[in-house]
């Protein structure tokens, strides 16, 4: 089977920092990805890992360990418009991209 | 581009009833995804396609469903007959090239609900 398993809920502080993590369990990996949700919205790509390590891309970073099979998004000097879901996606095989359950950031002024 | 576009974004249909949705892949896409979003189920991989062939069908959740991809500027999912339990918003979603670094992209979703 696969599975991939994400908090369900996170609330973080405007300004602050957060981390979203995600560990996987699936049959192949090619990578990890992370999209973002707005209530009512679209899922929007936010970035990729395929090898280990740390990807930046502005306030955002994400974080691949696949000897651990896991990963992590990290938000940094959190806005009130970053409220809002943010799932992990798997490619698990020749671009079967399956996707986490979805934490819900809450951001508190 | 226009993006992704799907139709209709809303749909309203009694149990029983045929129910097709429409995707138009954002030009020189060779893979296109069908998604289903539920609160319980999150977003689950109902199929994909590369070059407008069936790649993984394994998400369909049962024969009342089917897709097509008759060319590479349209796709349809279709529901006959519907549930009240297919109620759910579809997404479909395009990307150029293999894997997780070709980045997906999403349509605005058709919201159906199934009375």
């Known amino acids: 089977g696969q599975s991939l398993e994400q908090p369900s809920e996170v609330t973080a502080v405007e300004g602050a920092i957060v981390q979203i993590n995600c560990t996987y369990q699936t049959s192949g990996f090619y990578g990890l990805s992370w999209y973002q949700q707005h209530d009512g919205g679209a899922p929007t790509f936010l970035s990729y890992n395929a090898l280990d ?35 992990c996606a798997v490619d698990s095989s020749a671009s079967k991209i399956i996707f986490g359950s979805g934490t819900r950031l809450s951001i508190r002024p | 581009d226009a993006g992704v576009i799907q139709s209709p974004r809303h749909e309203v249909t009694e149990m029983g009833q045929e129910v097709t949705l429409r995707c138009k892949p954002i030009s020189g896409h060779d893979y296109l995804f069908w998604y289903r979003q539920t609160m319980m ?7 994909y396609f590369n070059n407008n062939v069936p790649i993984d069908d394994s998400g369909m959740p049962e024969d009342r469903f089917s897709a097509k991809m008759p060319n590479a500027s349209f ?16 997404f479909c979603a395009s990307s150029l090239g293999t894997g997780g670094a070709a980045e997906l992209f999403f349509g605005e979703g058709s919201r159906l609900t199934v009375l």
């Open chain 2, 75 to 90: 796709s349809t999912l279709k529901i006959q007959p519907s549930e009240p339990r297919d109620s759910a918003v579809y």
């Open chain 2, 41 to 47: 189920r999150g977003l689950e991989l109902l199929i």
């Open chain 1, 53 to 87: 390590g740390l990807e930046e891309t502005g306030r955002f970073s994400s974080f691949l360990s696949r000897s651990d099979s896991y990963g992590y998004l990290l938000l940094q000097e959190l806005q009130m418009k970053d409220s809002a879901s943010y799932f």
